[in-house]
């Protein structure tokens, strides 16, 4: 007989072999590595893990000193170890001296790397693997970074963080391979490093009456004595620095230190007022470019600073300095004069350009924030591009080296859920899938650019975040998407299997003692609009893994028995959605609530009036351009999301011509308030409505009330519901009342 007479069977055996011992196997770790080739088979971990390494002595010992930080119980012995680590320039390992082979079989555990820094990533990538039961998978791995530059800020002015809390924060982002801590030391809200001859800097510019940054308001924004009764703050004395450099040495971690200048200074002016414009204190957050004591100042502190820090890099700030008092000052205005600078910006790139020649003959390099570009960049300077990608790109077409953080992906300090079930934070809404989405150096820009791109960084800006918990839960567990995005070639990086371990991934951060954000219990949703077929599919998902998504259509509350979520469908007409997270018979969090309506406006035209257009400066807020607010397409939670189109300072003031004359009952639009980045509803919405486009009638005048005026975060309708009127041309004007930024995202008429 012969066994396979039908090929399939043969092709079915052999899936069946395949699958007992080959199925490949999603590694539950990040950042993914580069190349993995994992089996089903499993090998056990012992109890204590015996291990042999040949590191040369300095070496050798900075890993005995980190290994009690280690989840895995390690116990070095030359007798037939179940792990060994070769250490060696000559090992076939990737080509990075971060990089590592590592081989899990029968046998035990191979490491193989070209430095004592590649081995320790593969001791990092062991330990993920040996959470599962304390069975490791049967694999090879071999790993190199994608970007040499994979850091996390750390703003530790706003509010102040002690040296245990920052310690805690570089033990767990070490194991997610990341290998920088931008520590911004100095901020206007208070000095964080102590300065020999410069005592006021820590006795008085690092104190204030109010704990949490927004109460501060009631003081003036006045600094107090450090043992002043309430005074709250704190600075980090030479020997906590270096307690820090060890602890992040020893986990491969550079520290950059920040030093700001020469705006977001108020606290240096406040402890040494002759260095300001005025000569006074709490008049400018910028110092005086035209005095020499204040460059005498910043080298003074420079030179403790690179006393400190054995890092290449000095971040020297940079940003956002207004310029505002140097217009006034007779002594900039004369530094202008003498160097020759046509404005301001030169000025201010004069200071840099000093200050980086200071810094350059000492050796060492410096990093500043996109705005150092402004004025002509210093010769051999690093630019750290946060207001955007822009500003990183343009530097690395001079040549120069890009760090990149632009707000609208990094920024840890803004909401990661809907703001209503958020504690207070910065601005708009980056979830995590918005981070991990992020690509720092996509080939479009060709490797002529890419090439000086050095990687990417998390900022927690702490404006908002009073505690050291509330820090946790903004750094977690967006940092490790970030991670990965610094780490994983862009090819392996796939948003489903992300989800997939970040899900389990906040489990164990949780378990060890941190405060993670436990990621979202909402619905999210997506629209794509079929102008053809006239309808709107509508997608739903989730950052929860494995979960049920149950959605009713008719405005009422989901149940355990109601509809499961497969896959996207078509709205044609209106709809209520309302859609929440099941775990099994549980519902999680609230309901998403969205009306979707492939309404009488889709495609229609709209003309704005002369001072009633949308903000053309900047792409994100345009929304969709002149068709935008009839495509369709609603807004989520963030005015970033494309959908959302801004007006500043002026009215939305917009007539949309149906075609011909139509019966309507309902013409509304969603507005958003969030105050913190200065988002505001309407004061009120005047709808009015015409059958030849001359003569308009009003249907509603929709007031905000002050209690919705007075909220933090709020979306609201305005507009008009009514019974069926004729009309061809709507007029929808809605009126500011801070002159402020408006977002709307459709106007709906039905
Ligand atoms: C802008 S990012 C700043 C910070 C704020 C941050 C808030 C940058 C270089 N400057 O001073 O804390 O926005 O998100």
Same mark, same amino acid.
């Given at each position: 007989m012969r066994l396979f007479k039908n090929p399939l069977n043969?092709?079915?055996?052999?899936?069946l072999l395949l699958a007992a011992c080959e199925t490949p196997q999603e590694l539950s770790m990040i950042p993914y590595p580069q190349f993995e080739k994992t089996t089903s088979k499993t090998v056990n971990l012992p109890a204590t893990v015996t291990f042999s390494v040949?590191?040369?002595?300095? /070496?050798?010992? &900075?890993?005995?000193?980190?290994?009690?930080?280690?989840?895995?119980?390690?116990?070095l012995s030359d007798k037939n170890p179940f792990v060994t680590i070769?250490?060696?320039?000559?090992? &076939? +390992? *990737?080509?990075?001296?971060?990089? =590592?082979?590592? /081989?899990?079989?029968?046998? %035990?555990?191979?490491?193989?790397?070209?430095s004592a820094t590649g081995a320790f990533y593969a001791l990092q990538t062991l330990a993920q693997l040996a959470r599962n039961g304390k069975k490791l998978p049967v694999t090879v791995i071999e790993d190199e970074p994608r970007f040499p530059y994979r850091g996390l800020h750390l703003d530790v002015s706003r509010h102040f963080f002690d040296k245990e809390h920052v310690k805690k924060q570089l033990d767990l982002v070490?194991?997610?391979?990341?290998?920088? !801590?931008?520590?911004?030391? +100095?901020? %206007?809200? %208070?000095?964080?490093l102590e300065i020999p001859g410069y005592p006021r800097l820590t006795e008085f510019a690092a104190w204030r009456k109010a704990a949490n940054l927004q109460d501060w308001g009631k003081y003036d924004h006045h600094y107090c004595e450090k043992d002043e009764e309430g005074a709250y703050g704190g600075y980090y004395t030479e020997a906590d620095v270096r307690e820090v450099l060890e602890y992040a040495r020893l986990r491969h971690i550079t520290v950059i230190p920040e030093i700001e200048m020469p705006g977001h200074s108020d606290?240096?002016?406040?402890?040494?007022?002759?260095?300001?414009?005025? %000569? /006074? *204190?709490?008049?400018?957050g910028e110092v005086c470019i035209g005095n020499e004591e204040t460059f005498k100042f910043f080298e003074d502190v420079l030179n403790e600073v690179i006393r400190l820090f054995p890092s290449h890099y000095i971040h020297i700030g940079g940003d956002e300095a207004s310029r505002r008092h140097w217009k006034a000052c007779p002594k900039c205005q004369k530094r202008m004069k003498d160097e020759g600078l046509k404005d301001e910006s030169e000025l201010q790139s004069y200071m840099i350009a000093r200050i980086e020649k200071y810094i350059n003959s000492k050796g060492r390099d410096i990093i500043g924030w996109d705005e150092i570009l402004d004025g002509g960049l210093a010769p051999n300077a690093t630019v750290m591009s946060w207001r955007d990608t822009e500003g990183g790109i343009s530097a690395a077409q001079m040549g120069h080296y890009a760090i990149m953080t632009p707000g609208s992906y990094c920024y840890l300090d803004h909401y990661q859920d809907d703001p209503e079930t958020q504690p207070l934070a910065f601005g708009s809404y980056i979830p995590i899938g918005r981070t991990y989405s992020y690509d720092p150096a996509p080939d479009s820009l060709g490797t002529d650019i890419t090439k000086y791109i050095l990687g990417v960084q998390g900022n927690v800006w702490a404006e908002y975040?009073?505690?050291?918990?509330?820090?946790?839960?903004?750094? =977690?567990p967006r940092i490790i998407a970030l991670a990965e995005v610094g780490w994983t070639p862009q090819s392996k990086r796939q948003?489903?299997?992300?989800?997939?371990?970040?899900?389990?991934?906040?489990?164990?951060?949780?378990? #060890?003692?941190y405060n993670p954000f436990m990621l979202s219990e909402q619905v999210k949703s997506n629209q794509t609009v079929d102008y053809a077929k006239k309808r709107i599919m509508l997608s739903l998902t989730s950052e929860k893994y494995p979960i049920d998504i149950r959605y009713t259509t008719d405005g009422s509350e989901p149940t355990a028995s109601s509809k499961l979520y497969k896959k996207p469908?078509?709205?044609?007409?209106?709809? !209520?959605?309302?859609?929440?997270?099941? &775990?099994? #018979?549980?519902?999680?969090?609230?309901?998403?609530?969205?009306?979707? &309506? =492939?309404?009488?406006?889709?495609? #229609?035209?709209? +003309?704005?009036?002369?001072?009633?257009?949308y903000y053309q400066n900047k792409e994100v807020y345009k929304g969709g351009g002149d068709t935008g607010l009839l495509d369709g397409l609603r807004g989520g939670m963030s005015y970033m999301d494309g959908r959302w189109q801004g007006f500043c300072p002026n009215d939305l003031d917009a007539t949309i011509d149906l075609g011909e004359v139509t019966s309507i009952h309902r013409v509304v639009a969603n507005f958003m308030q969030v105050r913190t980045p200065q988002v505001f509803l309407p004061a009120k919405v005047e709808v009015w409505a015409s059958v030849d486009g001359k003569n308009f009638t009003l249907l509603n005048t929709d007031i905000c009330s002050e209690e919705e005026a007075g909220k933090d975060v709020i979306f609201r309708d305005f507009g008009w519901i009514g019974s069926p009127t004729q009309a061809r041309y709507v007029r929808f004007h809605a009126i500011q009342g801070k002159k402020q930024f408006l977002f709307v995202d459709e106007i709906v008429i039905q």
């Open positions: 043969l092709i079915f055996a052999a899936a040949n590191l040369p002595q300095p /070496e050798m010992d &900075d890993l005995l000193a980190y290994l009690p930080s280690y989840p895995l119980p390690m116990e070769e250490v060696s320039e000559q090992t &076939d +390992t *990737p080509s990075s001296a971060e990089g =590592y082979k590592l /081989e899990i079989s029968k046998r %035990g555990v191979n490491i193989k790397a070209k070490a194991t997610y391979k990341i290998n920088r !801590l931008h520590w911004h030391l +100095t901020d %206007g809200a %208070g000095w964080r606290e240096v002016l406040a402890a040494y007022p002759q260095l300001s414009c005025t %000569g /006074e *204190p709490y008049t400018s975040i009073p505690t050291k918990e509330h820090a946790e839960y903004m750094i =977690y948003p489903e299997s992300f989800k997939r371990r970040i899900n389990n991934e906040i489990h164990h951060i949780k378990a #060890k003692g469908f078509a709205v044609k007409d209106s709809i !209520l959605l309302t859609a929440r997270l099941f &775990d099994g #018979k549980a519902p999680l969090g609230k309901s998403l609530r969205l009306r979707t &309506d =492939y309404h009488k406006a889709i495609g #229609k035209q709209i +003309t704005y009036a002369k001072d009633g257009g």
